[in-house]
């Protein structure tokens, strides 16, 4: 059955730098998400994509993030300068639709740790 | 935008018991409700869903009922085993779009 995978599954960085967190989404998905969940807490929404674009974004989703389909299979999330906050657990997600309720199909995620 | 109320937050049963938990939300333009079940560390995965133009769907020992006048939907779960321990997340969305997550409940079954 195929699956969204997600690379890294840890990543640890300091403060201040820059991550890259990366997501291929089933294949014949066109909707794409990332949501995070910090340690505990509930998932949260942090964007979605579609047809190579920003669809919706959350008010987590600043200036600090962005996202990209660089080729054909690739989805990533880069936050460009971390902070102590954003250490959680990112989750890529992808549906084969649009506009129309269905599963959403969840990564393993990318535990992200800012020291 | 859309909020998503869960409850209880933490539940224990014996065995063989039934558990229930329910959502509430609060966008009446939402129109899609899964359930997820998250293991520690683990991704959610989902384990029954159901569209506004239903009231209740059922899947062996799981079941959702949804109330689309009082904007509540619920979980039930039969004959529950350790296995189910978890922590399951209600959801709500319209159009297929983001998933509003409930902040979880955590199902311990006790054998």
């Known amino acids: ?115 | 935008g859309e909020n998503v109320e869960q409850h209880p937050s933490t539940l224990s049963v014996q065995e063989g018991d039934s558990a229930v938990i329910k959502c509430t939300y609060s966008d009446s333009a939402s129109n899609y409700f899964p359930w997820y079940k998250q293991e520690l560390g683990k991704r959610p995965q989902l384990i029954i869903d159901i569209r506004s133009n239903v009231g209740e769907k059922k899947d062996q020992r799981i079941a959702v009922t949804l109330n689309k006048t009082a904007k509540h939907f619920s979980l039930h779960i039969t004959e529950t085993q350790p296995e189910d321990s978890a922590v399951y997340f209600c959801a709500a969305s319209k159009r297929g779009n983001k998933l509003v997550f409930g902040a979880g409940t955590i199902l311990r079954v006790k054998s």
């Open chain 1, 1 to 115: 059955e195929p699956e969204v995978t997600q690379t890294p599954s840890h990543q640890v960085t300091q403060m201040g730098q820059e991550v890259i967190l990366r997501c291929v989404p089933i294949s014949n998905h066109l909707y794409f998400y990332w949501y995070r969940q910090i340690l505990g807490q509930k998932v949260e929404f942090l964007v979605s994509f579609y047809n190579n674009e920003i669809s919706e974004k959350s008010e987590i989703f600043d200036d600090q993030f962005s996202v990209e389909r660089p080729d054909g299979s690739n989805f990533t999330l880069k936050i460009r300068s971390t902070k102590l906050e954003d250490s959680a657990m990112y989750f890529c997600a992808s549906t084969v639709l649009a506009g129309q309720p269905n599963e959403q199909f969840f990564g393993p995620g990318t535990r992200l740790t800012v020291l």
